[in-house]
């Protein structure tokens, strides 16, 4: 059995986002993300309805703590029931005034909610939404006793209009996170890499090869012996095969004094 749990206005945190196209559905959560971070704090145990409003170009989103997503019902919605009931004309644009809010439907679908105080009144409003172009059919208001009767008007509750919505994912953070210890691993390693050429380039000068001693500088070195940090891997008659750190190098005799 359906079972709605109706959360009035003031249980919900109400952000907006100016945005002159609606985005993608793919984009969206990554979309609101980043701009609500500089309004709220964005927590997991939240979710956050949304809805864009064509005719404003606004996301306006409603954070709340994680409710049952499938049975939450965002009271605005409720004044959608009074088309049927009030046979008004889906076509047109409504304001439903409550003693707490005004919510704005266009074309008979919900599409914003204003939070009244001193400075937001259904006449500042109208002439908001006149200078913005947009035509308001009609004023509804919508007393204590009527929305206490769209609440109890279970039967049609599963026809009212469907917010989207988006729970907060750290998972790019995640992603960040591995991407600097990725770059730091990359960097050591170039580092190491290059430390590694630059003694390559300074292998050592061999003088003389005689009966399978290397003269490197002033003194004779044989195999297995370490010489500047190299390791003596193997000596022919006119080279000798070095190892540094797993890499091997091969120098040839530059004096011959056999």
């Known amino acids: ?46 979710v956050y309805f949304y809805i864009y409003c064509e005719v404003l170009k606004i996301y306006q989103i409603y954070k709340t703590k994680k409710p049952r997503i499938s049975a939450t019902i965002f009271e605005p919605l409720l004044c959608g029931l009074l088309y049927d009931a009030k046979n008004l004309n889906r076509r047109k644009n409504y304001l439903f005034v409550t003693d707490d809010y005004i919510s704005l439907f266009v074309s008979g679908s919900f599409a914003h909610v204003y939070i009244k105080d001193t400075a937001t009144t259904t006449d500042t409003i109208k002439e908001f ?21 769209l609440k109890q008007d279970h ?10 919505h988006i729970k907060y994912s750290q998972t790019y953070i995640i992603f960040v996170i591995l991407a600097i210890v990725l770059l730091a691993l990359y960097l050591n390693k170039n580092e190491a890499t290059a430390q590694i050429k630059q003694q390559l380039n300074i ?15 002033d003194k004779w070195y044989k195999r297995d012996d ?24 091969i120098v040839k005799v530059t004096q011959d004094d056999r």
Request: proline share 3%.
């Open 1 to 46: 059995m359906f079972k709605p749990h109706i959360r009035p206005v003031g249980s919900f945190e109400i952000f907006q986002i100016s945005c002159d196209e609606k985005i993608p559905t793919k984009n969206i959560k990554k979309f609101l993300e980043t701009n609500l971070k500089s309004q709220t704090s964005m927590t997991k145990d939240c």
């Open 129 to 149: 939404l006149t200078q913005q172009n947009i035509d308001i059919y009609d004023t509804i208001q919508v007393r204590q006793n009527d929305m206490v009767k």
């Open 155 to 164: 039967k049609n509750h599963k026809k009212l209009q469907k917010l989207n």
């Open 203 to 217: 292998a050592p000068t061999i003088k003389a090869i005689v009966s399978g001693e290397v003269l490197i500088g």
């Open 226 to 249: 370490d010489c500047q940090g190299y390791k003596i891997l193997q000596i022919a008659k006119t080279q000798v095969i070095f190892v540094l750190k797993d890499t091997q190098i």
